[in-house]
């Protein structure tokens, strides 16, 4: 019997064409429908390049305005959304309130709409629903930081942009435009990466013909994992261990001796560097000069260049993210749902694309658990004796 080619992890696995974005790890470049992501970042707001994944073009002005008139009246979480929010325990991980809001979120709009065979909605039902994900995201994300400190919710505000008025529900107050910017960027950088492990179970889901809802639901799931979103959550725990430059060399001794993963680097596509990260790393200068913090930079750079020294594996974009997230002042509990909040946006430009040429996704596995083997005085009944002789039969 040959052995069957089996590609573990589907390792180098093209699994469908996708006009969304391009990864290239040979010029390492990351492009969103043509556009490099630098240049996004550098340029545009995250509504903008919401509306590039979803629609093909950047938006024009009118375009623009139209979208935020939409984000801006969807906003605010609905009360019995908040309810539920307030029924998810304290310590549990945020990634698990965010992914029970949207969860109800998809309930209560789906309601009524009749049985699963309509279940995934029209192309023009589905934008309709992705923008108001995105709308509503920040305010579920924003909420679940100011209730795990005890602090009052914030209305979201219609005269701010989404990045701005983002930090304006998680902190209460307005952000300088130096933060505003850093974070506009983290999220653009953020929104979109081809068929990541997130990006690809909602297509998984969406193939099923199950509604977009569901395959957002699927897709948190699958990014809170620390090999995937949360990884930018322990880079933060890795930092706190270090404390400072100084203790880099003899951590990482030990962290190595023991084989550790050092989270933040290292992927599964680009083995030469991350292409989003010197846009981050730039953005996370400008954050610690505006905080007068030069020791987290001390500490980033003292760790990437050891860690690259000694093992040759680059950082991946979570590795700037997460203290550039840490010094705006969110909890590190709360970095992997500021990801779902930028990722829905190619979460949903992949389901949309997955609608228009769907195929279920159902991969073969090769079975190597015990021959086959029977229950003590069971008898086969003829049904089942039948079946299994048209299949021999079939097989030829
Ligand atoms: C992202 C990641 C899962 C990619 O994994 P992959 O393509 O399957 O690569 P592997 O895990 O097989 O790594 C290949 C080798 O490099 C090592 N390696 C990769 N990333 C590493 C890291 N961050 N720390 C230590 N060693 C690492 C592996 O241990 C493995 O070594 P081996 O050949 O001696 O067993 C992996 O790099 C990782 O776990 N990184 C940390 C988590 C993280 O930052 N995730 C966010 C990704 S955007």
């Known amino acids: 019997m040959t052995e069957p080619d089996i590609k573990k992890g ?49 938006p024009d002005a009118e375009q623009l305005a139209e979208l935020r008139l939409t984000e801006r009246a969807h906003r605010a979480i609905p009360d019995d959304v908040r309810t539920t929010i307030d029924l998810v325990p304290l310590d549990a991980h945020p990634m698990d309130e965010v992914r029970t809001a949207v969860s109800l979120i998809g309930a209560r709009d789906l309601a009524g709409s009749g049985s ?22 920040p305010a579920i994300v924003a909420y679940g930081q100011r209730r795990r400190r005890g602090l009052e919710p914030v209305a979201p505000r219609d005269d701010l942009d ?26 653009i950088l953020y929104a979109e990466h081809s068929f990541n492990a997130s990006t690809f179970t909602a297509r998984v889901i969406t193939s099923t013909l199950s509604d977009l809802y569901s395959a957002v639901v699927g897709a948190i799931g699958a ?60 953005a996370l200068d400008t954050l610690v000069e505006h905080y007068d913090r030069p020791e987290v930079a001390a500490l980033y750079d003292a760790l990437e260049s050891e860690f690259v020294a000694r093992k040759g594996i680059y950082p991946n974009l979570d590795y700037p993210s997460g203290p550039a997230y840490n010094l705006i002042g969110f909890d590190t509990l709360t970095f ?46 003829t049904a089942a004796l039948e079946v299994a002789d048209r299949a021999e039969e079939a097989a030829g």
């Open 10 to 58: 589907l390792a180098g696995v093209v699994v469908d064409y996708t006009a969304i974005s391009k990864v290239n790890p040979e010029t390492n470049s990351l492009l969103y429908r043509g556009y490099p992501v630098q240049e996004l970042a550098a340029t545009q707001p995250l509504e903008a390049v919401a509306y590039l994944l979803w629609n093909g073009e950047l």
């Open 162 to 187: 989404y990045a701005a008025n983002f930090l304006w529900m998680t902190f209460g107050e307005e952000a300088d435009e130096v933060v505003v910017d850093a974070f506009n960027r983290s999220m």
């Open 336 to 381: 992997t749902p500021l990801f779902v909040a930028a990722r829905v946006t190619g979460w949903t430009a992949h389901i949309m694309e997955q609608l228009t040429s769907n195929t279920l996704i159902r991969p073969l596995s090769e079975y190597n658990g015990p021959d086959e083997r029977h229950i003590d005085g069971y008898v086969a009944d």
């Open 116 to 137: 699963v065979l309509d279940a995934s909605g029209s192309p023009e039902q589905n934008l309709e629903r992705s923008i108001r994900l995105f709308a509503v995201l």
């Open 223 to 282: 990014l809170k994992g620390p090999l995937h979103g949360g990884a930018n959550e322990a880079v933060l725990h890795i930092f706190d261990e270090i404390g400072s430059a100084e203790n880099v060399g003899a951590w990482l001794d030990q962290a190595l001796a023991e084989k550790r993963k050092i989270m933040g680097f290292g992927h599964r596509v680009y083995k030469r560097g991350d292409s989003r990260v010197p846009t981050m790393k730039a």
